[in-house]
């Protein structure tokens, strides 16, 4: 598939229209449901091979954030031969009460996955959990970009946000 292609599959499986709460808490007449696009293995695959030159260079952990960036970050690891770390929101209170599960992140450089952003809030915070056990963070990437702010908050941070899509190109 061509990436106009993909585009038009992820609006006809993912974009939903009415009224809905965000977990920014603004409300939007559009949400992008990425469970449908991770749910759908061929169109999974389809939009991760787009990501897969999003992943800078020297790279050596994919950091997959609760609950939605975990497929995703599966779904690159096994198309970029990368580990993947899943971070939890919270750090466990039991066991090895850790916040990455899988792949060592401490000293490392870490891409960070995520599949919608809007304000950035849970991937500032994310990122800013994942720096204080010692990863080093410079990059995320994400599925959509819904454009309203979340790239502009996490530059604040020194983190670039590089979309497979943004809001616009889905819109056109």
């Avoid at 939009?47 to 599966?74: F, I, K, N, R």
């Avoid at 530059?155 to 979309?163: E, G, Y």
């Amino acid at each position: 598939m061509h990436r106009s292609e993909i585009a038009q599959r992820v609006v006809a499986v993912a974009q939903l229209e009415g009224d809905f709460l965000l977990r920014s808490g603004q409300r939007s007449d559009t949400y992008f449901d990425k469970y449908r696009i991770e749910a759908d293995p061929q169109l999974l695959a389809a939009v991760t091979q787009l990501m897969v030159p999003l992943v800078p260079d020297d790279t050596e952990v994919l950091a997959g954030l609760e609950l939605g960036g975990v497929p995703m970050v599966t779904a690159l690891s096994a198309a970029t031969g990368l580990p993947a770390a899943f971070v939890r929101k919270e750090a466990k209170t039991y066991g090895t009460e850790n916040l990455a599960e899988g792949a060592s992140i401490e000293g490392r450089n870490v891409l960070v996955v995520e599949d919608v952003v809007t304000s950035g809030g849970q991937l500032i915070t994310s990122v800013g959990d994942l720096r204080e056990r010692g990863a080093k963070i410079h990059t995320a990437v994400c599925i959509i970009d819904r454009q309203q702010g979340g790239a502009e908050a996490l530059s604040k941070d020194d983190v670039t946000l590089s979309p497979v899509f943004t809001r616009r190109e889905l819109e056109t």
